[in-house]
């Protein structure tokens, strides 16, 4: 770092991305893309936005909006799109997070790093032993609460009632990250209606295959949505460009197409799991688009190099407690015979 850089950010250490090489084509289950590309509407939506790149894009992103009122039955002051799904929750920190922030101590890496970007006060809470979330430790906090859920990268998820109480006992804003609900979890927008204190926020990176045209959104009482517009405003008013945001349309227009994919991504989450088990893998039940995995047979720092030299890129943290693990995510069925059949030559390799 430069002499320059201003003393409060001497010590923040930035979110790593899944790494993404380009030395040779890997078969990518790291980062949890979409292995289908965006409809044949979604992209037509986005061509004809080129026309009109001289102009700025809407900063109240109408049309957007009101289709969105629609699909997810919402009133449309009760919606706000951002520039990927981090941004909103980037707005989220910086506006809820003055008493403290409170999430789980293994969970989307980015809490950390917004913690520590606004210099807030952090709790993070243990998992149980089985890696699920107890729902009484977030009871009664009053300070700012962030859950993924289903959670990264175990994905675990936790029943809406239990996400309901939460918010209930809580005097302070509860954030539901949904970065991952469309692959067989229930939403927690149904409950916006009724709480005050509530965003949820998911994204069009994973479910919708738009991770490059970065497109997220929170769901909240108009309230809370007029508190991230001031921070919206406040930091760049065009921060969706036209283009996406036409995307966006189209792919709301096409929903069926995604939610289809979305089956074939759990049909295909289902037959890994069984297969990884009959390879004597222990995998944690998944609701999201990757499963979490790990086998006494091999470690799980040599099993993500081994995959990576042949080819097949998985997703391998440090952290201590669950450094066994890799986190795989959902390819096509073909990908995954690929990532089958090389984890069994590298088991025999082992042997
Ligand atoms: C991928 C992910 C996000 C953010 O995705 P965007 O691409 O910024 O929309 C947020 N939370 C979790 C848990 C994720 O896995």
């Known amino acids: 770092m430069s002499k320059f850089l201003s003393k409060n950010y001497l010590g923040l250490k930035p979110y790593t991305p899944g790494e993404q090489p380009k030395d040779i084509r890997y ?3 790291n980062t949890n893309e979409s292995p289908f590309p965006p409809s044949k509407k979604t992209i037509s939506f986005g061509k004809k936005a080129l026309k009109k790149l001289n102009l700025y894009s809407d ?4 049309y957007l909006r009101d289709k969105a009122q629609e699909v997810f039955n919402i009133d449309k002051d009760e919606i706000m799109f951002t520039n990927g799904s981090d941004e909103i929750l980037n707005f989220a920190f910086a506006c809820y997070g003055d008493k403290g922030v409170a999430y789980p101590q293994i969970s989307y890496g980015f809490y ?3 913690a520590s970007l606004y210099n807030l006060d952090k709790t993070e809470i243990p998992l149980k032993e089985d890696f699920s979330i107890d729902y009484k430790d977030y009871l009664n906090l009053n300070k700012l609460i962030v859950i993924a859920n ?8 936790m029943p809406l009632w ?4 939460i918010v209930k006992n809580n005097d302070s804003v509860v954030v539901i990250d949904e970065a991952y609900i469309d692959f067989g979890g229930e939403s927690a927008i149904s409950l ?3 709480y005050k204190n509530l965003i949820v926020t998911q994204t069009f990176s994973k479910s919708r295959s738009l991770a490059g045209a970065r497109l997220g959104f929170g769901v909240a009482d108009k309230e809370l949505i007029k508190d991230l517009n001031t921070m919206r405003y406040s930091t760049n008013p065009y921060n969706v460009n036209s283009t996406t945001l036409a995307m966006g349309f189209g792919a709301l227009e096409d929903n069926n197409y995604y939610l289809n994919n979305c089956k074939t991504i759990i049909a295909n989450r289902d ?10 893998f222990l995998v944690l039940p998944s609701k999201a688009n990757f499963v979490f995995a790990k086998t006494d047979k091999i470690g799980g720092e040599e099993l993500y190099l081994k995959l990576k030299s042949k080819g097949v890129l998985v997703r391998h943290f440090t952290t201590d407690s669950i450094k066994e693990y890799n986190r795989i995510t959902i390819g096509t069925k073909k990908q995954l015979d690929i990532l089958l059949n090389c984890i069994k030559q590298i088991l025999g390799e082992t042997l």
């Open 162 to 165: 239990q996400i309901e109480e």
């Open 271 to 280: 037959y890994l799991t069984k297969k990884l088990q009959e390879l004597g």
């Open 192 to 194: 916006v209606k009724k």
């Open 59 to 62: 900063p109240e992103m109408r």
């Open 112 to 114: 950390t790093v917004f």
């Open 150 to 157: 289903p959670n990264a990268p175990t994905g675990i998820i």
């Open 27 to 29: 078969i990518k289950l």
